[in-house]
């Protein structure tokens, strides 16, 4: 039976129970490969629906970075908001920030249906810090997300800042009180659990060996049975494979890196004076929230294109921390994992239909918690054809990754983008 990793989520699991391998062969109207976030809420949303449904997941329901987040659930894609009506013009962008927060509602609202809020346990709030001066676009920014969404945002200059987050580091920053944090994978198993109740499959310890996605009646195979199905959908984020080449090719896996501290309450009470999450402006930045009633801190950032864990990961992450927290400097670091993020050349989530019948729902790095949401919504809409709203996604479609070039591209990015927040920062007394 598959295992997760050794992560804050997979010891603090609300169910542990293992779901059985395929064996033999299934026939349902649709076939999902993929039992991260994104494949499961498509599934749970098409068997509310009534409609047949398999969810083929290679590990654990949950396992990649569905259930190794940082559990923050805002609004928002990755690419930014300026960048995106850019590229699409002001209407649109609209409407794609509209989804976005959406998506945030979708998980409120399946916490509260499933009954899982004491396993999921969300939490209000997010603080988005700067660590240079920038309190007028902070301001503008709040006035435009009321204006423009109705979406009330507080603003904090310095002084009240520092009285929460006792920092050097920090500046000014937007409080939003309609952002919430979770935990991701009790989260996950809590839809995996829904869908078996709603007559759907849920199968475990099946990673896709062959599909035959031609014709009305496509093929999926595993090692020890199959799925014919009338629709599939390829969800499977920073950990798709091979399967269908158009879609390896199209997207980047991203390492994160989080980890999580001993518990030490009245240390952590006295720098981190709140049980909001917390980020930063900076790309690939700090976020970190205190977990189990405040007795920890789970503290994630940097990113690489290295698919592999670095032997110094807890130091790498510690060193930031420090940074952050003098104050913290004799705390301990209980453990620290990585996780695979799916990111587009583009920033935004590849979501569509590459034929008829076969669906694509991935590229949600940086912005997976809200996005995986709607992003499952809009596909099964799509299958049961009561909108057209995937098609809003268009615009960002399946672009060549660049191959090792691209791999190699984006980390100089990151690099210089690290660069240009040092200088930032440096010019900020």
């Not at 494949?39 to 969810?55: D, F, H, I, N, P």
């Not at 620290?336 to 990111?343: D, E, F, N, Q, T």
């Not at 909108?387 to 960002?396: A, I, M, W």
């Not at 591209?409 to 007394?429: K, L």
Request: proline residues 5%; neutral net charge; aromatic residues 8%.
């Amino acid at each position: 039976m598959p295992s997760y990793p050794d992560t804050f989520y997979a010891r603090t699991l609300a169910t542990r129970y293992d779901r059985p391998p395929l064996r033999g062969p299934v026939e349902v109207e649709t076939c999902i490969v993929g039992g991260g976030l994104a494949g499961l809420t498509c599934a749970y949303e098409l068997a509310r629906a009534g409609r047949s449904v398999a969810v083929l997941e290679a590990q654990a329901v949950g396992w990649g970075a569905s259930g190794r987040n940082g559990g923050f659930v805002g609004s928002g894609y990755s690419r930014g908001y300026a960048s995106i009506a850019g590229a699409i013009g002001e209407d649109k962008a609209r409407t794609l920030h509209r989804l976005s927060i959406e998506g945030m509602r979708i998980v409120a609202d399946t916490i509260r249906d499933l009954g899982a809020t004491d396993s999921v346990a969300p939490l209000p709030g997010k603080v988005a810090a700067v660590r240079y001066d920038s309190g007028d676009r902070l301001q503008r920014t709040a006035e435009r997300l009321a204006r423009d969404f109705g979406y009330e945002v507080e603003f904090w200059p310095r002084d009240q800042v520092r009285e929460v987050l006792r920092s050097p580091s920090y500046h000014q920053a937007l409080f939003d009180p309609n952002s919430f944090h979770i935990h991701p994978l009790n989260y996950a198993r809590a839809l995996a659990d829904a869908i078996e109740a709603l007559g759907g499959l849920v199968i475990e310890d099946a990673r896709v060996v062959s599909a035959d996605l031609s014709g009305a009646q496509k093929r999926v195979a595993t090692a020890g049975g199959s799925v014919t199905a009338k629709n599939v959908v390829i969800a499977c984020g920073g950990y798709t494979d091979g399967l269908v080449p158009k879609l390896r090719a199209s997207h980047l896996p991203i390492a994160t890196y989080v980890l999580t501290t001993e518990a030490a309450p009245d240390a952590l009470a006295q720098v981190i004076g709140t049980r909001a999450a917390v980020s930063d402006d900076r790309r690939a930045g700090d976020y970190y929230r205190l977990v189990e009633d405040g007795q920890r801190l789970l503290w994630g950032g940097r990113i690489t294109t290295r698919t592999s864990e670095p032997r110094d990961l807890a130091a790498l992450l510690r060193r930031t921390m420090i940074a952050t927290y003098p104050q913290l400097a004799e705390l301990k670091i209980e453990m620290a994992w990585s996780g695979l993020m799916s990111y587009a050349r583009h920033l935004m989530p590849q979501i569509g239909r590459l034929g008829p019948g076969v669906w694509h729902c991935m590229g949600f790095g940086g912005h997976g918690l809200n996005t995986t949401a709607i992003g499952g919504r809009v596909v099964a809409e799509g299958i049961l054809d009561t909108s057209d709203r995937h098609t809003l996604f268009e615009p960002f479609g399946l672009v060549w990754n660049g191959g090792p070039f691209g791999t190699a591209a984006v980390q100089a990015t990151y690099w210089s983008y690290q660069v240009a927040d040092w200088w930032r920062e440096r010019r900020t007394p």
